[in-house]
């Protein structure tokens, strides 16, 4: 007998009440739909409490477990399982559990999960556990059952008129489905950090808008190469809806001609804020995201921090600043950035950089350099020069149309 193969999406139901669950529920979904385009998908369905992924008849194995590995890094996805509907009956139940066991050699160790979340059907779990366990131990007489420590667990789960039997089960990144929390501007530069603060915003539900300054026409564009990339990363899970590039040495140099070295960074990082600033309010946005990191260079000092802080009026949001640098690398790998950005490109970063840039910089001071500067005009300026650069992001509605 053959079984449709399915994969079963588990997401955390903790904090979803009322409206705010359908809500969820289907923002998850037309996520989902939009992100598996690729994969022999007939529909997606909603079933008590979890997404249900109807897989084409004939799907083989491979392209089930691809399905699946693209699920997993979904935001809003608690848990992945990837198996077969069958009836409910005792033995296609059996012959499912028999074809899912065996997809998951190489095993020695296995025990049954049942769930039966209707009681119309009417053996209960514990009987499902020992019947099934009873099939599974005729069929494999050369593993053995384990309670504890089980190389394979077999799932079975009575919902709704039908069962889903599976033997692949995993968690996934969980958090929120990306558009259900509104949208955010990042500034997005090549290196490590901001790549993962953005992403677990997105985690949380924000779509995300990057924008990155480029060192250019003082520098190469060798920096927008590499966020481009980044950029592909974070678009595989519909994560970044766009990147505005903007041409910001220029800028830098003038500023670099006339302000006290030691307050360099500092102007360029409030001209940075208020250009992303101004791009927010385009997007209508509703808060900017860093990669900083409290005490990691110069500029994140506390002192520093406000007097960046206080060139915007948006919410400046950074979710990295409590984390270590190695927790940060960690994230970066398991994102699959961390390599892009361990590449060196020159950027706004690396330009006209002081010897000595303040730690400790007074917002009278810096308000007192940048009086020499055009600003307000700089600001529309480089908004307006910026490049933006589309990627998929099924949640993403352009301002215009909001
Ligand atoms: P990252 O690894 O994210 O570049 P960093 O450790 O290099 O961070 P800084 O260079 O001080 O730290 O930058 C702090 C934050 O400022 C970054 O995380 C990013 O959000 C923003 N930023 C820095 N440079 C750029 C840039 N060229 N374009 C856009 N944002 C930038
Ligand atoms: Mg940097």
């Given at each position: 007998m053959e079984f449709q193969r399915i994969i079963l999406v588990h997401y955390h139901?903790?904090?979803?009440k009322g409206r705010n669950r359908s809500v969820f529920e289907k923002r998850l979904q037309k996520n989902l739909e939009a992100l598996l385009?690729?994969?022999?998908?007939v529909t997606i369905h909603r079933i008590s409490g979890r997404l249900l992924v109807f897989l084409r008849e004939g799907t083989a194995l491979e392209v089930a477990n691809a399905c699946t590995d693209a699920i997993l890094g979904v935001p809003g996805v608690a848990r992945v399982s990837c198996g077969f509907k069958c009836e409910q009956d005792m033995e296609p139940m059996g012959q499912a559990a028999c074809i899912a066991l065996a997809e998951a050699e190489p095993f020695e160790s296995f025990k049954v999960s049942a769930r039966r979340n209707h009681t119309t059907f009417p053996i209960d779990s514990m009987q499902l556990n020992r019947d099934i366990g009873a099939v599974l131990c005729e069929a494999f007489p050369a593993k053995r059952v384990q309670?504890?420590?089980?190389?394979v667990t077999v799932g079975v789960e009575v919902v709704e008129g039908s069962t889903y039997v599976y033997a692949r089960s995993e968690r996934g990144i969980g958090g929120l489905p990306v558009g259900s929390s509104g949208t955010v501007v990042g500034l997005l530069s090549s290196g490590i950090d901001s790549p993962v603060a953005l992403w677990r915003m997105a985690r949380r539900g924000a779509v995300c808008v990057g924008v990155h300054f480029s060192g250019r026409p003082q520098t190469s564009d060798a920096s927008e190469f590499l966020v481009d990339d980044i950029a592909r990363v974070l678009e595989r899970t519909g994560c970044i809806a766009r990147v505005y590039v903007v041409p910001f040495g220029d800028y830098q140099r003038e500023i670099s001609i006339a302000c006290p070295p030691g307050l360099r960074v500092i102007l360029y990082r409030r001209l940075m804020f208020r250009v992303a600033e101004e791009i927010a309010r385009r997007e209508r946005a509703g808060a900017l995201v860093t990669g900083e990191s409290l005490g990691q260079v110069a500029s994140q000092t506390l002192d520093n921090i406000r007097a960046t802080d206080a060139s915007v009026e948006m919410p400046v949001l950074r979710p990295l600043i409590g984390s270590d640098k190695l927790e940060i690398i960690d994230a970066a790998q398991q994102l699959g950035t961390f390599e892009i950005s361990s590449q060196d490109a020159p950027d706004c970063c690396t330009l006209f950089m002081p010897r000595n840039p303040e730690t400790h910089a007074k917002l009278a001071d810096v308000e007192a350099a940048e009086a020499a500067f055009p600003w307000r005009e700089w600001v529309c300026e480089l908004a307006d020069a910026a490049e933006p650069h589309d990627y998929a992001c099924p949640a993403y509605r352009p301002a215009r149309q909001r």
């Open positions: 139901e903790i904090g979803l385009c690729a994969f022999p998908i309670m504890k420590g089980q190389d």
